[in-house]
């Protein structure tokens, strides 16, 4: 069978493959991470929730999370971001990466936020949040990055991430 690898929309029906590719990538105990205490009790943003798929087989997921941080509402916590085995290495994460990043944007999104390694994800203009002054609570420090989709979209802000509550929550158009 010839590979037919597509960026689609994330549909109710990939939920199991996403869920066995989180536990692959992340382990068993993933949603004990700091990060998904930011989840817990919100939803992802539809727009911003995509996978890759092969044949009809999803082999890489990303997905976004409303935050707030002070008095902004237009931030986002980025992930989980999840590629299949297979097919680690060959720029699927990045492609999806990019390509979402995008999307909030045009959404009107100005800030997204993520945990993860900054020798990967500074290819996609992710920065510590140190200098900043902006922290995830109980978080290593120097694992929180930040990605300003404008230029200086976190100019003065300072402080923890907070979980997005429903009264508080941007509403994409």
Not at 81 to 103: D, E
Not at 107 to 118: C, E, M, N, W
Request: aromatic fraction near 10%; glycine fraction near 8%; hydrophobic fraction near 40%.
């Amino acid at each position: 069978m010839t590979d037919k690898i597509e960026m689609i929309s994330e549909k109710a029906e990939h939920q199991r493959q996403i869920e066995q590719i989180l536990d692959q990538a992340f382990g068993m105990n993933r949603t004990s991470k700091i990060s998904y205490r930011y989840r817990h009790h919100v939803a992802a943003i539809k727009q911003l929730s995509w996978v890759f798929e092969n044949n009809k087989e999803v082999i890489c997921t990303i997905c976004y999370w409303p935050l707030t941080i002070k008095y902004v509402t237009d931030a986002l916590l980025l992930g989980p971001l999840a590629i299949s085995g297979s097919y680690r290495g060959q720029g699927l994460g990045q492609r999806l990466a990019t390509h979402t990043m995008n999307v909030a944007k045009s959404l009107g999104y100005k800030i997204i936020f993520l945990v993860g390694d900054h020798a990967y994800y500074h290819r996609l203009g992710f920065k510590p949040t140190i200098p900043y002054g902006i922290y995830m609570p109980d978080e290593k420090p120097e694992r929180l990055l930040i990605h300003e989709l404008l230029p200086e979209a976190a100019k003065g802000i300072q402080g923890p991430l907070c979980q997005a509550q429903p009264s508080s929550l941007k509403v994409a158009g």
